[in-house]
């Protein structure tokens, strides 16, 4: 049978559903699409008058929603009705690491994807195809259907008949950059056995991608393409952060063996910045993934390898914060130290994984005084994270202040707010603001000796140096 697709209902409104379907909506003004989540506070932020108030910061997301949202996209918690009406169901749901039970630290949680399969088993009708979004282990897909066909005798009465088809339709776009890679993904990928449901899917991405990078495959190849592909992204990352720790050890500098390597046009440019380790909610969850079921199916070199990945990623972030603590006399204790970003990378208010947070907690452990500032982040934010309160800081540097106990942070709303009696500036995350300061006014308002460590190369060497501050840089020995 044809599918005509009108009616589209996403499942989770996160930093994939929010922005993909925005997209979609955009490009097929033909087609209805709910998005819907259980969490009411993100629902309302999606329809905050003021679009700079939508819950994901994600640069030019705001101009596409303002298009789209009230016409053919819509926002809610009625999940129930938006199921029902759907013709096409993506499953945009999270799908974290498992913390505890068979496979914790490891294997995916698809507790919340279970969930929804249910739902959609329980309220959908008529024929339906349901895509999976998020980030899956292969063989989820059969998971899902079964669910679905269990519940199709228990719930299908004759007016409420339902049919489904299950399709793998894994995303990859990255955060920070998500409204351009879905206006012009490398390829769109989708997995699955039903012709007819799989070009009704294809039909709605054809709107604006190229037939020729729309990629049919079986749905077990789809699934394992994914965790593939981000498996093969943080191996780059970890691999140029092995190497920069040799450079600072030896005299090379990393970027210009990253430079020298990547003009090789088999191994390429890109995804070759060395920086603290690689954050987000993705790289370590789907490569543990992917070591879990390499076990599951008794392939131990294979996990070990993937394994090995993640160990050098945890490895080189506690690496930054030993050589800092080295750096500053073998001790930060009572020390203050400016932390400038904490997003795990730049353009995004996302903070899962990012490797500010164990560097901070890392350095407080060790009594440092923080200040913390990022463009994006905020202060309920950071307290979750580093698990303990912080203060507001405050402008001019005051002694009497208890701010400035041992392993205690303060949050800078304001970029100057920081510097102030600060030993040392820790930049972290690559936001360009960073590459702006002026580092010779800076250094008047700090202790000597001061320091700068830019875990990002985005600093002025030249202007740090002229202000008479040491100069710490990932991968560079060429001052050892
Ligand atoms: P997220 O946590 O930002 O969003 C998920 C949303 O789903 C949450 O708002 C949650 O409330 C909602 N939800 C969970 N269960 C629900 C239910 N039963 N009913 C209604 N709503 C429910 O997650 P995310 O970053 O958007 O990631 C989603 C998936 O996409 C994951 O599998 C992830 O691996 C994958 N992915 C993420 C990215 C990324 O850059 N973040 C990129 C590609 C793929
Ligand atoms: C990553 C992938 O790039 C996306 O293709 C994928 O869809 C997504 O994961 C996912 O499945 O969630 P994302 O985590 O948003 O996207 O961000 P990346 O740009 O990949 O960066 C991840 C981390 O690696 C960041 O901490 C970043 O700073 C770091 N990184 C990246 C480097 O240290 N060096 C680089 O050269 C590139």
Redo the contacts with the bound molecule.
Sequence with gaps: MDFKIRNICC????????PTMSVIADHCPHIKVNV????ED?IKLWNSQNFKNLP?YEPGLDKVVERCRGKNLFFSTN?KESIASADMIFI????PTKKKGIGAGQA?DLK?VE??AR?VAKYAKGPTIVVE????PVKTAEVIKTILEASQSEFNISENYSSFHVLSN??????GS?IKDLEKPDRVLIGGENKEAINALSDIYKSWVPKKKILHTNIWSSELA?LTANAFLAQRISSINSIGALCEATGADVREVARAIGTDSRIGSKFLDSGPGFG???FK??ILNLVYLSKHFGLYEVANFWESVVNLNNWHQHRISKLIVKKLFGTVSGKRIYILGFAFKANTN?T?ESAAISICKDLLEEGAILSIYDPKVELKQIENDLGCKGMKAIKNYDKSQNYSIEGQWSFSENINDGFDRADAVLVLTEWKIFSKINWNAVSKKMRKPSWVFDARSIISEENVLEANINLWKIGDGTRI
């Design positions: 499942i989770g409104a996160g930093y994939v559903g929010g819907v989540d259980k969490n993100r994901i999940i945009s749901v999270n799908t995916s919340w969930a929804c739902q979004k998020s980030t899956l894994p995303e990859f776009l990255a955060e998500a994914k987000g909610s993705c969850k789907d996302d899962r």
